[in-house]
């Protein structure tokens, strides 16, 4: 059976969800299968129903879908009445719902696994992803494929797909896409990350999860292109809660209690974690985490789920990823996979980006994804315990256009817990990395800590690694694996803050 949709089944899913406003089509069009969807008229092909998204469309986009073959359209308004076409209040709302109708609810034939959290929702996807690639492994005839799929903010990985991913959360027709990618290939489960924008943007409209993580709340993505204010920014978030049948949730984190609150009142189980002083011992469905020790490479740390009490080990640097790794072993158990699949997954984890350490001639190395207050505060705190007394060198910048609060934020933190800054690029759009980058000192110098400016980010990251003595810890932070400098609307190449370090270091 092929994906399709016709005008009346979308009709009729709009009507249902009291999005629909007009309907212009003869008769003998309403049941016409369309097997094409696309809201990029780059992307059409003869038979083609046709999306008009975003405040920025144009007419001339949709006369260009329609010589290209486009039957049919969906939008807000009327551009032509030329073809068949159906208007709607929310077209985002729309789309999604149109986009899950077309490709069959494919979502629906697989285990779909979600997170989110503002910091740790890669690794974190990675840990769960490593889990499942081995329990299918072993077990192909039960999971339909040897491996799981994968929507993160580092790949696309259907089975069909696999590419460098270009947003945390895709658009719902590129989502739903992959979604029908997945059930294509047989695959049994998908791990995906969902951000606050998914909702905010109607992305994951429609979709429900088998099961969903929340990690952690902090301030961030706040500015004139993403979030009003963190109570938005939170409330999007929350709305993953009221999707998923199953909830796991870290109770130590900040406003715990209302994500606790809006998950309880959703989903059919709610799991929580948690180190023993914030744990609800009356609760048969809490895990506590206790006893975590550092090894030379990563962490051991041991947990207990009613009378159950068992150890674990992971390879990744930062203590906090004790606490990703626990919801993906928590999530892992939820799914049925056993205790063997989720030991051998965990020590297979690491993220390209992601807490990559590296050690030379008495000095360490650490290239890390951190770039927002809550994922500084963690690091920072990892640092303090992992290395007690040892130096500190920072690398770092803040974004330009956006999340202007991570100026205030890395300042302040580095400020206190730093002791020497390579203030520098970090994406910097269409404002000047200078300007940028003294708008952080700003925030530095009240703690008298030595830093400097240096523009040219590959530069910066030499000097820190080829002036730093023996015992000093070197922070590569909030660029990893990335290739590319975002600089006034294009991707400009950059080597990487990891591929640097590892040129410099031999490794």
């Known amino acids: ?36 969807l ?50 709607t209040s929310d077209i985002r709302k729309a789309m999604s719902l149109v986009a899950i109708t077309f490709y069959r609810e494919a979502y629906k034939s697989f285990r779909l696994i979600g997170l989110t959290g503002t910091k740790g929702k890669t690794t974190t996807t990675y840990f769960m992803k490593n889990i499942l690639d081995t ?6 005839q039960l999971c339909g494929a040897p491996k799981s799929a994968v929507l993160s903010t ?3 990985d259907t089975g069909i797909e696999h590419h460098e991913a270009h947003l945390t959360t895709p ?10 990618q997945t059930r294509d290939s047989g695959i049994s489960f998908l791990t995906m990350e969902v951000s606050s924008q998914a909702y905010k943007l109607n992305r994951v409209y429609g979709v ?12 961030d993505h706040i500015g004139p292109l993403e979030h009003t204010d963190f109570e938005d920014y939170f409330s999007c978030k929350l709305q993953f809660m009221e999707h998923c049948k199953t909830a796991v949730i870290n109770r130590d984190m900040d406003h715990a209690q209302r994500v606790l609150e809006r998950a309880r009142a959703h989903a059919k189980r709610v799991i929580t974690f948690g180190r023993l002083d914030g744990a609800d011992l009356d609760d048969e469905d809490c895990w506590i985490l206790r006893d975590i020790q550092k090894e030379d490479v990563g962490f051991t740390f041991t947990t207990s789920h009613g009378m159950q009490q068992d150890t674990w080990r992971i390879r990744m640097a930062g203590r906090f990823n004790v606490e990703n790794a626990l919801a993906a072993i928590i999530s892992a158990k939820a799914m049925g996979v056993d205790d063997e ?38 690091l920072y705190e990892s640092l303090k315990a992992d290395y007690p007394g040892r130096r500190i060198v920072v690398v770092v910048g803040c974004p330009g256009g956006k999340a202007y609060l991570r100026r205030r934020d890395i300042g302040t933190l580095s400020g206190e817990n730093a002791d020497y800054l390579y203030l520098t690029a970090e994406d910097p759009q269409f404002e000047d990395v200078r300007e940028i980058c ?24 030499e000097k820190a690694i080829l002036t730093a003595q023996p015992g000093d810890v070197i922070v590569l932070a909030a660029k990893g694996e990335e290739v590319y400098q975002k600089v006034r609307g294009e991707y400009v190449y950059y080597e990487s803050d990891l591929a640097i370090a590892k040129r410099l270091l031999s490794v």
């Open 154 to 156: 580092v790949e696309v």
């Open 1 to 36: 059976m092929n994906d399709s949709i016709t005008i009346k089944q979308v009709v009729e899913i709009l009507k249902q969800d009291g999005i629909l406003t007009e309907v212009s089509c003869p008769d003998e069009m309403l049941d016409h299968p369309f097997d094409y």
């Open 135 to 140: 329990f299918c492994a072993k077990n192909p």
């Open 38 to 87: 696309s809201y990029s008229s780059s992307d059409v092909k003869e038979n083609t129903f046709f999306i008009c998204k975003g405040a920025a469309f144009k007419e001339e986009y949709l006369l260009d879908a329609v010589k290209k073959g486009a039957g049919a359209y969906l939008a807000e308004k009327c551009f032509t009445k030329t073809v068949p076409y159906i208007l």
């Open 208 to 219: 429900e999860y088998d099961l969903g993580m929340f990690l952690n709340i902090g301030e």
């Open 341 to 378: 699949s989720i030991r051998e997954g965990l020590l297979k984890n690491e993220v390209q980006g992601r807490m990559n350490l590296f050690e030379k001639d008495g000095i360490t190395v650490l290239v890390d994804y951190a770039h927002n207050y809550l994922s500084f505060k963690k």
């Open 171 to 180: 658009e719902s027709p590129d989502l739903q896409r992959y979604f029908a």
């Open 438 to 461: 003294e708008e952080i000192a700003s925030f530095v110098k009240p703690y008298n800590k030595p830093y400097e400016i240096i523009e040219d980010r590959a530069q910066a990251v």
